[in-house]
């Protein structure tokens, strides 16, 4: 019996290995035919070697130019018509939507759209983010019409929005909180002793926060309070509210934070430290940086925001602050720093967390099972 064809599809190369190797690999060990399709980049290599099939496509993380957003729709479109995937798994805001229309073309016969965020066409209220917002609902709508459908969301703001926009059914609708994460590569560490230490880590972005993070150690150090603030993460040069390099070493001359650029060693970092800081107001999904944080065994001092807030039990494994407000998030982070006690209950409660709703073996149970229902392989 020929094995069912299962295509995941995803902007970025190194994205799908961060976010879903583990799903995809797990799905190969369960009898599936595992491809992925994303972009050119230096990952692409790495996922062939795992002995996975990839494809490239034509589809851009960023940029807005009319002709490539339909020329990505048509090399998506080609591809599955030459390669007749099973099911397609699309993989952030772009590939749900240009590979749901897509997939509706091309007649895949069933679809697994995973929300990971709305971005921030939905979170912006000019004019013009109005207008896209409008011509982004009725993407979602055309994306969304395929014979059989599964959208995975990762909080409820999410959902309710969508479901809102009548992109979708109830039943259409599965929850999942998050990527996952090894809980034994993420463990849970003592703290170090000493300074303090406040680590953020994100793509460098306006939305993520980190004009705030900065600004709250300014508080900081004028209150005199002792504290490291490490902040990890690149510049995004393709994206418009990207930090500027020059920023960073203005900052890091002016003594306020510690930037350590992009890492790939996460959990040594988060080891190394006593708070986990993000201060985001970006569409996230459910952001990996504080569930890794929660499997570490650190505190958490994020945003009541969609995404944020459902990484976190409040006041249990974490602190929520006022979105754009760097003064409460100077005060959240002072407080942590000057009750120990409670920071290190946080910690645990967050690794207790994790065991419970973020390990990655539940992560993937989820995800094969959905594979399983809409195959009719169960």
């Known amino acids: 019996m020929t094995a069912k064809k299962i295509l995941f599809v995803v902007n970025a190369p190194e994205f799908f ?33 795992l002995g996975l099939a990839h494809h490239t ?38 590939p749900v939507l240009y590979g749901g229309i897509a997939a509706r073309l091309a007649g ?31 993407l979602y709508r055309l994306a969304f019409s395929q014979r059989r459908l599964a959208v995975i969301f990762q909080n409820p703001d999410d959902r309710d929005g969508l479901l809102a926009m009548s992109a979708l059914s109830k039943d259409q609708v599965r929850m999942i909180r998050g990527s996952g994460v090894s809980l034994a590569d993420y463990s849970f560490l003592p703290e170090p002793e000493g300074t303090p230490v406040v680590v953020m880590a994100a793509r460098l972005l306006l939305d993520k926060g980190v004009y705030e993070f900065v600004e709250a150690a300014r508080l900081l150090k004028s209150r005199g309070v002792e504290v490291v603030m490490r902040l990890i993460g690149a510049p995004d040069p393709g994206n418009p509210t990207s930090v500027g390099p020059g920023e960073l070493d203005t900052w890091h001359a002016e003594g306020v934070v ?58 249990v494994t974490g602190v929520l602050v006022p979105v754009k407000n760097a003064p409460a998030l100077a005060d959240a982070i002072q407080a942590l720093i000057e009750t120990p006690e409670r920071r290190l209950r946080m910690g645990k409660a967050g690794r207790e967390l994790a065991e419970k709703a973020f390990s990655i073996d539940r992560i993937v149970e989820q995800h094969l099972a959905i594979y399983k229902e809409l195959l009719g392989d169960v």
């Open 57 to 94: 496509v034509a589809i851009a993380r960023s940029g807005q130019n009319p002709l490539a957003e339909v020329g990505s729709i048509i090399s998506l479109y080609r591809l599955f018509r030459e390669l007749k995937p099973d099911l397609v798994h699309l993989i952030t805001i772009k």
């Open 258 to 315: 510690e930037p350590l650029g992009y890492r790939s060693d996460i959990a040594k970092q988060y080891a190394a430290a006593n708070i986990v800081c993000l201060p985001s107001y970006y569409g996230e999904g459910l952001p990996k940086t504080l569930v890794e944080a929660a499997a570490c065994g650190r505190a958490v001092i994020t945003t009541n925001h969609p995404g944020c807030r459902d990484a976190i039990e409040p006041d």
């Open 108 to 138: 895949v016969s069933a679809v697994v759209a995973a929300v990971s965020g709305l971005g921030t066409v939905f979170v912006a209220q000019s004019m013009a983010a109005r207008a896209r917002r409008a011509l982004v609902s009725g």
């Open 17 to 49: 290995l961060s976010h879903r190797l583990p799903i995809a690999l797990a799905a190969r060990e369960a009898g599936y035919d595992v491809h992925v399709a994303s972009a050119d980049g230096d990952a692409v290599r790495e996922i062939r070697q």
